[in-house]
């Protein structure tokens, strides 16, 4: 257990309805991340937080795509409109601040199939 | 832009025997190096880093990578492997000034006994 923690942890619907899934972070992490695996594919980036700044997006995140980080702590990402092509697992990480040194620190992710 | 390869994507090891996961890079300065495990079920587990310094690292369970610039690769090895460590594994490249990991597409470790 590394203290990130995802939920849920398994996720079907229906295409066409939203989605949405939380990310808590370890508390002291200023920084998070999300990213997507796909089967046979490491995680692609998706987007990140600088506390409740987000300052950066993967043009992989397309406009059905959003995420918050409100107060600076806890994150959702949901998504609009599912489509089969978004069945994956979305993995969200978080880290200190401090560029591409700092670990980062993945939770468990959750498992999203579209039927 | 900066790539992650991992050549191999399955692996399949006898128990005791050693271990070699190969990772080569596409960057323009020193990258931040890692390897990640991940098993069924389970969120990516970091087992050791590179930074700067002594190119060879040591890691958690008993592995280790080295950083070869001039071949710009980072293989993880492991002189004996246990049944419990079959698992998915992953090498990332942090860009130095960006916060972006890029991810290896995985090599799949199977042991047998």
């Known amino acids: 257990d590394t203290g990130v923690s995802q939920d849920p942890r398994h996720k079907i619907t229906k295409r066409g309805q939203n989605v949405t899934f939380r990310c808590d972070p370890i508390s002291e992490h200023n920084r998070l991340y999300w990213y997507r695996q796909t089967l046979g594919q490491g995680p692609e980036f998706l987007t990140y937080f600088q506390n409740e700044a987000q300052l950066e997006k993967s043009r992989l995140l397309s406009d059905r795509f959003s995420a918050e980080r409100p107060k600076g702590s806890f994150s959702t990402l949901e998504i609009q409109r599912t489509e089969q092509g978004d069945s994956a697992m979305y993995l969200c990480?978080?880290?200190?601040?401090?560029?591409?040194?700092?670990?980062?620190?993945f939770g468990p992710g959750t498992r999203l199939t579209v039927t | 832009a900066q790539s992650v390869t991992q050549p191999d994507i399955h692996i399949t090891v006898s128990e005791g025997a050693s271990l070699e996961l190969r990772c080569n890079y596409s960057?323009?300065?020193?990258?931040?190096l890692f390897w990640y495990v991940q098993s069924p079920g389970q969120g990516l587990q970091l087992l050791l880093k590179?930074?700067?310094?002594?190119?060879l690292v040591q890691g958690i369970k008993g592995f280790e990578a080295e950083f070869k610039r001039s071949q710009s690769s980072f293989n993880l090895r492991k002189p004996s492997v246990h049944w419990s460590d079959a698992a998915e594994y992953f090498c990332a490249v942090g860009e130095g000034t960006g916060n972006q990991f890029y991810f290896g597409t995985g090599t799949s470790l199977t042991v047998i006994p």
């Open positions: 960057y323009g300065a020193t990258p931040y």
């Open positions: 590179y930074f700067s310094g002594d190119t």
């Open positions: 990480a978080s880290s200190l601040s401090g560029g591409a040194k700092r670990e980062q620190y």
